[in-house]
């Protein structure tokens, strides 16, 4: 019998239990859908990346990786019924979008859709609290998730016997990606680093797993054996909260989840969030991360949720535009990462932070950047500035550098009124 795996956020042999169910059927079709609806909302980073990654993982199966494009509702079918497949096999999709179209496929197939694994340690709606139902707030949550536990990552199926069809040709790539360089990627990190340095965007000590975990090169469940940090274990964690509280409230997309901020007044994107875009505000330390997206596809995370601040509460341009902006630009975009992690910067979230908390761009500068090194490595306006007066150019020559397009103290107080209007 012939069984076709249907890759997706999976691009990987080893660890992935629904090749594993494949391959027990003894031929392997295996198959990549290049979605035009997905391929459109992505940007060149993630297409690039994605298409690296496939170069990868079809020559870890002799070349013999079959690529269609097209709407997977009449793709995966076709490809089913051109090889006579007894099953088709993929990793459980959370996501809106990804259930509805797995859904859509099912439903279109003349032989079974198994589903099995997932692209989490413990995949959403596994964790319930003492009365059944799901965690609001992440602190319970982490705890129920550690103790739940997961599975022991598991080898690479000894032996499959890969069935050659035709297949689309890939756009050309010039990143490195794919299940190798990921494992490569971890097992040269120092994960102690981590701890202490984690919100340093000018030491560069964060893993970059996030682009890895993305697209399945590599499971959270290979990271998380023998993997003695905590802080580093909640990050994970909260990356599986995030999926588990979109495969409950899809809504949570663009909308937030506390319905109270649906009456929150916000301004439209113009001029200013133009300038937001091109890294061109005038606070350095908003700029470097939002060039760095530019030029890279990666933004550190301590700079994420001061450049979404700044948007939300300096510029009181809605969440939802700089996470559609995040979407195309990032490397690693994840639809529930982002989503949420705007909402939570935003204060509308699920266990968001308070709204009253709103990011000084120059004072965490100073605080996680202090010798100015990560400002002058993106803005090369600044680098005739010593040490951390790169964080406050207006005072120390400026040169060609803008200056600030709003006063920060005025903006965070209007951020505040704004807040009230809708307490009240």
């Known amino acids: 019998m012939t069984a076709v795996m249907w890759f997706r956020r999976d691009l990987r042999l080893a660890d992935n239990p629904a090749l594993l169910d494949a391959a027990a059927s003894g031929r392997v079709l295996g198959l990549f859908v290049v979605d035009p609806l997905l391929w459109g909302r992505s940007g060149d980073p993630r297409r690039e990346h994605l298409a690296a990654s496939l170069r990868s993982l079809s020559d870890s199966?002799?070349?013999?990786?079959?690529?269609?494009?097209?709407?997977?509702?009449?793709?995966?079918?076709?490809?089913?019924?051109?090889?006579?497949?007894?099953?088709?096999?993929?990793?459980?999709?959370?996501?809106?979008y990804g259930q509805k179209r797995?859904?859509?496929?099912?439903?279109?197939?003349?032989?079974?859709?198994?589903?099995?694994?997932?692209?989490y340690a413990v995949a959403p709606g596994r964790i319930r609290n003492q009365q059944g139902r799901p965690y609001q707030v992440f602190t319970p949550y982490f705890k129920a998730w550690l103790a739940h536990g997961w599975r022991q990552p598991v080898a690479a199926p000894a032996e499959v016997t890969w069935v050659k069809a035709a297949s689309d040709e890939l756009p050309p790539a010039s990143v490195v990606a794919g299940e190798q360089a990921a494992l490569r990627q971890w097992q040269a990190y120092d994960v102690s680093a981590y701890e202490d340095e984690r919100d340093r965007p000018d030491l560069d000590s964060t893993s970059r797993m996030s682009v890895p975990l993305k697209y399945g090169e590599i499971h959270?469940?290979?990271?998380?054996?023998?993997?003695?940090s905590d802080a580093f274990r909640r990050e994970l964690a909260w990356r599986e909260f995030c999926a588990d509280l979109l495969a409950r409230y899809p809504q949570a997309a663009w909308k937030p989840l506390r319905p109270e901020f649906e009456n929150m007044r916000y301004d439209e994107p113009g001029e200013l969030f133009d300038a937001w875009c091109a890294?061109?505000?005038?606070?350095?330390?908003?700029?470097?991360?939002?060039?760095?997206?530019?030029?890279?596809?990666?933004m550190h995370n301590r700079v994420r949720m001061v450049v979404?601040?700044?948007?939300?509460?300096?510029?009181?341009?809605?969440?939802?535009?700089?996470?559609?902006?995040?979407?195309?630009?990032?490397?690693?975009?994840?639809?529930?990462?982002?989503?949420l992690n705007w909402q939570w910067?935003?204060?509308?979230?699920?266990?968001?932070?308070?709204?009253?908390?709103?990011?000084?761009?120059?004072?965490?500068?100073?605080?996680?950047?202090?010798?100015?090194?990560?400002?002058?490595?993106?803005?090369?306006?600044?680098?005739?500035?010593?040490?951390?007066?790169?964080?406050?150019?207006?005072?120390?020559?400026?040169?060609?550098?803008?200056?600030?397009?709003?006063?920060?103290?005025?903006?965070?107080?209007?951020a505040l009124r704004r807040y009230d209007a809708i307490r009240s």
């Open 308 to 339: 979404a601040s700044f948007l939300v509460k300096d510029l009181h341009v809605h969440w939802k535009y700089g996470a559609r902006w995040f979407m195309r630009s990032l490397r690693d975009g994840d639809l529930a990462s982002n989503s």
């Open 279 to 298: 890294g061109r505000t005038g606070f350095p330390f908003v700029d470097a991360g939002m060039r760095q997206l530019a030029e890279t596809g990666f």
């Open 220 to 228: 959270p469940r290979t990271i998380l054996a023998g993997l003695r």
């Open 102 to 119: 797995d859904e859509q496929v099912e439903a279109a197939l003349t032989c079974p859709l198994v589903r099995t694994g997932s692209p």
């Open 61 to 96: 199966m002799g070349g013999r990786l079959v690529v269609r494009r097209g709407d997977p509702a009449a793709v995966v079918p076709a490809v089913a019924d051109e090889v006579g497949a007894s099953s088709v096999h993929i990793s459980a999709d959370y996501a809106p």
């Open 345 to 414: 910067v935003a204060g509308c979230g699920a266990d968001a932070a308070p709204y009253f908390r709103i990011f000084n761009p120059v004072a965490q500068g100073l605080k996680f950047d202090p010798q100015g090194e990560y400002v002058r490595r993106w803005v090369p306006e600044l680098r005739h500035l010593r040490g951390k007066t790169a964080h406050e150019p207006w005072k120390h020559g400026a040169g060609t550098y803008p200056a600030p397009v709003v006063d920060h103290a005025e903006a965070r107080r209007e």
